[in-house]
């Protein structure tokens, strides 16, 4: 592990990724809300057929 034995450091490199996820995930809310569904395509399962590797939100309502 990068910080070794120093258990401060440990926990303000979590702190940091963890007010990082935060900030990440709740800069994408006013999108969602808006309706907008968004993707990102990392590689491609099955290249000829895209729609298999594209998951279908469910709808609670």
Known sequence: MAT??????????????????FGLVASLVPAVRGGTTLHFTLFELFPPFPELSRSVPMLCR
């Open 4 to 21: 070794g034995k120093k258990p401060n450091l440990r926990e303000t490199v979590s702190l940091v990724a963890a007010v990082t996820l």
